[in-house]
């Protein structure tokens, strides 16, 4: 692969970059409204919150956001990638408790250029997958078949996460 330097184009890629702001950003509206049914809100921890997609990939599409917004997963401290790591094993077991899925897809999309929806505060996914979930609606179709309405399946993972963390 042949390579063409040009570096006068780090002045347009640097003029680009956005500082957060949290005045604009859909999670940290969610956390400060406390309407944790109509926001899909299943879990709130001391430094991070478990939620479900609005837009899922597949039923059950769980998200782990951090309190503090912040775009930087290197400003993250130590409580908060515990609490992160620790919500996403247990979204992960009530998604396994609830729904069986065969496999997950568990990540991060840090920046637009990554693929991040939503680039100005970090979160995780969890997604579950079953065996043969790509089908010829999503395939050839390009829409998705969801099983499940958005507030069944936030009653079903509500309860399961009740369950594991005996609060029930």
Not at 37 to 60: D, K, T
Not at 98 to 106: D, F, R, S, T
Not at 108 to 115: F, P, Q, S, T, Y
Request: hydrophobic share 40%; net charge neutral.
């Amino acid at each position: 692969m042949d390579r063409l330097w040009a570096p006068w184009r780090m002045e347009y890629i640097l003029s680009t970059v956005k500082q957060p702001d949290a005045s604009e950003c859909i999670f940290c509206r969610m956390i400060g409204e406390r309407r944790d049914a109509e926001n899909l809100i299943l879990h709130r921890g001391q430094h991070a919150l478990v939620v479900m997609n609005l837009f899922p990939y597949n039923s059950g599409h769980l998200m782990v956001v951090p309190l503090r917004h912040t775009a930087e997963f290197s400003s993250l401290g130590p409580a908060e990638h515990l609490e992160l790591m620790e919500l996403m094993t247990l979204g992960q077991r009530a998604l396994g408790r609830v729904y069986g899925p065969h496999g997950y897809n568990i990540g991060m999309n840090i920046g637009r250029a990554a693929g991040a929806g939503i680039v100005d505060h970090l979160h995780y996914h969890i997604v579950p997958r079953w065996n043969g979930d790509t089908n010829f609606m999503s395939a050839v179709a390009t829409t998705k078949v969801m099983s499940e309405s958005l507030p069944e399946t936030w009653q079903r993972l509500k309860s399961s996460l009740a369950e594991l963390l005996g609060t029930r």
